[in-house]
């Protein structure tokens, strides 16, 4: 079962994401669909797809999964995953290969960061129950990422994470009309 878990999981995080990945532009710009979808290139718009299919996948898991008793702990530790795991493979590998980007290896990044997200969140639920501290530490962390999750597009930080390559802009004026 916890295979399956993980692998559908992880399935459905990277599918959404990728479909996400395009909602703003097809939208028509618009600020709601912002909310759960890349209004840019950023490495912070990529992060929060993977956000976004987590929050998804909650809606559907908290059904048969949430009587777990470290269920939201293990949530809050999946939510942490992409943010920490897609910057350091993203910035780790080019340095390495002495490349710009390479959008296959960007895209595997995308698929790992979902995949090991969904065998945490699984790993964890099947520990010995959390204390009640553990339930407090999950609820900071879930509502911390919630209000990064809903902030920082319309009010992005100017550093590395959240800058557009392509246009050198950030959160929503960072995005570029694409032809096609």
């Known amino acids: 079962m916890d295979v399956w878990i993980i692998l559908l999981e992880g399935l459905a995080i990277s599918i959404l994401g990728s479909i996400l990945h395009f909602t703003y532009a097809w939208s028509g710009r618009n600020k709601f669909v912002a909310i759960f979808s890349a209004v840019n290139e950023s490495t912070w718009e990529h992060i929060k797809l993977a956000l976004s299919g987590i929050f998804i996948c909650t809606l559907v898991d908290v059904w048969w999964l949430g009587d777990n008793p470290n269920y939201w702990f293990a949530k809050s530790m999946s939510f942490l995953v992409p943010i920490l795991v897609i910057p350091v493979l993203f910035y780790g590998y080019r340095p390495i290969l002495k490349v710009k980007s390479c959008l296959p290896i960007d895209i595997a990044i995308f698929f790992v960061a979902s995949f090991v997200s969904s065998a945490v969140f699984v790993w964890m639920m099947n520990l010995a129950p959390m204390s009640e501290s553990g339930e407090i530490v999950s609820i900071v962390i879930s509502v911390v990422v919630l209000a990064m999750y ?29 032809k096609i």
């Open 150 to 178: 809903l902030s920082l597009t319309r009010f992005p930080m100017h550093n590395f994470l959240f800058r557009d390559p392509v246009t050198g802009k950030y959160g929503y004026e960072g995005h570029r009309i694409r």
